[in-house]
């Protein structure tokens, strides 16, 4: 299967979600708000579960800026997702973005596309999310997905993760939890880093911890540490560092989008690397710029 015909398989079945949810939607009532405004979400975010609601879809789109060491130097990217809920409690996306988990570094998404040199895609990435709990306490989700690439040189993956949303107060919360991805290496092309593929399966593990704050009711700001540790190997463990800066358009005092900028180092830290210099390494950094939208499918 050529990497042209599993994007258009990808981008026909969001077309079909979209157009499946109205047609199962029920009548939610005489609400004047429009289908873009999701009035059975938060408007804050530190209030969110970590999935939609049932009958709702959300919408991704970001771009992003990558810096990486000589020779690769500067890339950019456009990556398109989204996610769908028909049940209570559960979420299916095709997106690098989930609520509270940790981004990729690599390039992901349903529509992943990097501009350097020339045009690269990256790989989908289709998970399943069961959210328990709701309300502003204690609340976390289980997540499941698969990673699929679209170039040859990259490596078909699988995705697990526990994430939790705890609650210090009124305005702050700790998003946390443990994520792995498991790539199959078949030694014949590169890493999602750009290193050589080694053939071996690698596990890579990591622990996310996202501190938000809730500065006014409709923007937010956070910063992020993630403790990653590829395939337990002490030489390789790195401490990724980044912030973010989020405001929610509103409308009926409900959320209609999000838009967010973040700033990551993914690998500041690397206490380990046999370069002395490379231990502080402030030379790889993402600059995202992003919009999250929401459809309300059950309103008729």
């Known amino acids: 299967m050529t990497a042209l015909t599993r994007l ?5 079945a969001m077309a079909m979600f979209t157009a499946y949810a ?7 009532g ?5 289908r873009i405004v999701l009035e059975r979400y938060p408007l804050r975010f530190i209030d969110r579960p970590l999935v939609i609601p049932n009958k709702s879809i959300r919408l991704d789109g970001a771009v992003r800026v990558d810096h ?3 020779p690769s130097g500067n890339s950019g990217s456009i990556i398109l997702g989204g996610a769908v809920s028909f049940l209570d409690n559960l979420e299916i996306g095709i997106s690098p973005y989930r609520v509270g988990a940790p981004s990729p570094t690599q390039l992901e998404g349903a529509l992943p596309l990097r501009f350097a040199t020339d045009f690269e895609a990256g790989s989908i990435p289709v998970y399943a999310r069961y959210g328990f709990g709701h309300g502003t306490g204690l609340r976390a989700a289980l997540d499941a997905g698969v990673i699929i690439p679209l170039r040859s040189e990259l490596d078909f993956g699988l995705l697990v993760a526990l994430i939790t949303r705890v609650p210090l107060g009124s305005r702050v919360v700790i998003d946390t939890g443990l994520q792995a991805r498991i790539f199959f290496r078949d030694g014949k092309g590169v890493t999602e880093a750009g290193q050589p593929d080694d053939g071996d399966t690698d596990v890579l593990p990591e622990v996310p911890v996202h501190v938000m704050v809730q500065i006014t009711d ?3 700001a956070g910063a992020r540490v993630g403790l990653k540790w590829p395939k337990f190997d002490p030489d390789t463990f790195t401490v990724a560092m980044g912030a973010e800066l989020g405001y929610t358009f509103s409308a009926y005092g409900s959320p209609a989008a999000d838009v967010f900028v973040r700033f990551d180092m993914p690998r500041l830290f690397v206490p380990n690397a046999d370069v002395t210099p490379m231990r502080v390494n402030q030379e790889e950094w993402q600059l995202t710029m992003a919009l999250r939208g929401y459809i309300d499918v059950a309103r008729k």
């Open 30 to 34: 005489a609400s004047s708000a429009p």
């Open 22 to 28: 109205p047609a199962r939607a029920d009548d939610a």
């Open 8 to 12: 258009v398989i990808v981008v026909s």
């Open 218 to 220: 409709q923007l937010w």
């Open 68 to 70: 990486h060491l000589p």
